[in-house]
């Protein structure tokens, strides 16, 4: 499966904005779905996951309460919502996607699309 990322770009602090990710070449339905973000400098974070079925999600510490994930199996897209944005969301946020038995590897990944939040 090849993942792309897109709608980033530069807003500032308390804007919201959506990230999309299109995937393509599989099943999009089989894989759980992972957004994950690297800030200059720094290693990459987990943001959080949604389940194959859409059903689950989960975040990571600096996402919740601020950001959502959703997916539409249908047209083979996943969202990452994200709320009253902080400039140390700064970051180029990536997809990718898990496949059974969803170990949580994450192995496909796609090309990052780059937030900048200024304050």
Do not use: H
Request: charged content about 15%; glycine content about 14%.
């Amino acid at each position: 499966v090849q993942l792309q990322a897109s709608g980033g770009g530069s807003v500032q602090a308390g804007d919201s904005l959506r990230l999309s990710c299109a995937a393509s070449g599989g099943t999009f339905a089989d894989y759980a779905i992972g957004w994950f973000r690297q800030a200059p400098g720094k290693e990459r974070e987990y943001v959080g996951a949604i389940s194959y079925t859409g059903i689950s999600t989960q975040y990571g510490k600096s996402a919740k309460g601020r950001f959502t994930i959703s997916r539409d199996n249908a047209n083979s897209m996943a969202y990452l919502q994200m709320n009253n944005l902080k400039p140390e969301d700064t970051a180029v946020y990536y997809c990718a996607a898990d496949p059974p038995p969803y170990g949580g590897y994450y192995p496909y990944q796609g090309r990052g699309t780059l937030v900048t939040v200024s304050s």
